[in-house]
Every structure is written in C-alpha cells, then in structure tokens.
C-alpha cells in the first residue's frame, strides 16, 4: 500500500548514529513526497551509484557519459508519466544529502572498523567490495 510521510520514521534510535538516521529518514521522507515511479526511482539509483566523481575511478569520463544517458532517460520517462516538470530538479537537489548520509555513514564504519576490527573483517564480500575503497580491512595491530 501507499505509505504516507508519517510512516516514515526510526523504531528505535542507534546510540551514536542519531545524525545518519535522522539524514537516511528525512532524505525517505523528501523521495517519498515525490511519488516517484518504479521506473524513475530505477534510472535515479542508477545515476546515483554511477556517480563519476569516485576518486578510484579510472575512467570517469566514460561514467560520466554513462549517467548522462540515463539522466537523459529519466528525464523523459517523466515526461512520459506528465509529471512535474520540476520533478528532475527537485530529485537532482537531494544529491548533496545523498552525499552528506554516504559520508556519515563512512565515519560510522571506520569507528565500528576500529572499535570491532575482527566483526569488520567478516563483515559481506558484497559490503567490502562497496566500501572497500573508503575503508581499509587490515588488522590495525598489524601497523
């Protein structure tokens, strides 16, 4: 069923992590507010995680390219639909709190990397695959 904003909130606050949550909920509140379609939520994740400006990156004009063509589809799938036709700028404006959350949650790993070394080396290889680049793995008591 439809979800309405008020749906849209922590059960239980993490100790320490009051900043990400509250960035994650209020960043699901704005997308909620959007009502965007299966469709335009699939092209707008795709922009997002082909983001080109990854420092390990190696060829980021050709990510570049790539996420250029799928902004390109999004913007007419919602043209397609009739909808706002402010709806792209308004997705496009919540990059920077997308950012702000992926970098609170970085600092939220490193601290969990350090207080719980041996729980962060077994942590998913899909999870260290994603993070691998921003956080390092390694014993620390092996510096």
Aim: overall charge negative; hydrophobic content about 35%.
């Amino acid at each position: 069923g439809q979800r309405s904003d008020s749906d849209v909130s922590p059960a239980v606050p993490c100790s320490g992590c009051d900043d990400l949550i509250g960035a994650i909920f209020e960043l699901g509140r704005t997308l909620c507010r959007l009502q965007l379609s299966d469709e335009e939520l699939a092209l707008f994740t795709a922009a997002v995680l082909l983001s080109p400006d990854r420092p390990w990156l190696t060829e980021s004009k050709k990510v570049q390219k790539l996420q250029d063509k799928i902004y390109v589809a999004l913007q007419h799938e919602i043209q397609k639909k009739h909808s706002a036709e402010d709806k792209l700028s308004k997705m496009v404006s919540k990059l920077p709190l997308m950012k702000t959350i992926c970098n609170l949650h970085l600092d939220k790993l490193e601290f969990f990397r350090l207080l719980h070394p041996e729980t962060a080396m077994n942590f998913p290889p899909l999870y260290k695959e994603v993070f691998n680049s921003e956080l390092q793995y390694s014993d620390p008591r092996e510096s």
